[in-house]
């Protein structure tokens, strides 16, 4: 069975510095792994994703992040906060077969003035 | 914009009744996924389609059921509602098939926000 634990639900931080959103997986095999954004009353939308690749993914609006298969981690993280970040982050895992994609209880995002 | 719509997108009903949610795929998306997502919550699985069949299923009782049509738009079907069953329902395409290899992109509506009273 896959799981995913996201250690923080709400991260605050002032505008201009560093992001990090945790994120820990539990999977019998392979993973793909998922960041997924989701603003005040809209759907879900893709950060980037993680496919057995390069460990260190770059997605949108300057985010990365970087599987550690040895510490079962793929953490979020971002240089500079920008006020347009604040939202619902959720950390995503699937098997092979991607039919169940398994979300974490996700992380509130706030960005200060 | 992901080009997967879903309707109504706000909806009321009492304790027992039934309800039927929509999802319009994207154009050459054959996968499409329901998701539960109670408030302060990630989405739970609740089930996938492929090519009109049902492709895997999550923790759901089957008061819970679903359709694919050729064209490959999807209902979600729940009966006998309970207060529990409040959430935002998430609809969610993809152009993957059944099986190995199919770990790309979903590609969310914006969901319908079910409240039973």
């Not at chain 1, 496919?51 to 460990?55: E, G, L, M, N, P």
């Given at each position: 069975a896959q799981s995913v634990t996201q250690l923080d639900s709400h991260v605050s931080v002032s505008e201009g510095t560093p992001v990090l959103l945790r994120c820990n997986y539990s999977s019998s095999y392979s993973p793909s792994l998922f960041w997924y954004v989701q603003h005040p009353n809209k759907g879900l939308q893709l950060l980037l994703k993680y496919?057995?690749?390069?460990?260190l993914v770059k997605g949108i609006n300057g985010f990365e992040a970087e599987f550690k298969k040895s510490e079962t981690s793929f953490h979020l993280t971002k240089p500079s906060a920008h006020m347009s970040d604040a939202a619902e982050y959720f950390c995503v895992v699937t098997d092979n077969y991607g039919q169940n994609f398994v979300f974490g209880p996700g992380t509130r995002l706030s960005v200060l003035p | 914009e992901t080009g997967v719509t879903q309707s109504p997108t706000h909806l009321i009903k009492t304790r027992g009744q039934q309800v039927t949610l929509r999802c319009s795929s994207q154009s050459g998306h054959n996968t499409v996924s329901w998701y539960q997502q109670a408030l302060g919550q990630g989405p739970q699985f609740i089930f996938q389609y492929y090519r009109e069949e049902e492709n895997g299923r999550g923790n759901?009782?089957?008061?819970f059921s679903g359709l694919q049509f050729p064209n490959y738009s999807s209902e979600l079907n729940v009966n006998?509602?309970?207060?529990?069953?409040?959430a935002l329902y998430l609809c969610a395409t993809s152009p993957g098939g059944r099986g190995?290899?199919?770990?790309g992109e979903l590609f969310f509506g914006e969901g319908s926000r079910l409240t039973v009273l």
């Open positions: 496919t057995s690749a390069a460990t | 759901f009782p089957p008061r006998a509602l309970e207060l529990d069953d409040s190995r290899g199919n770990t």
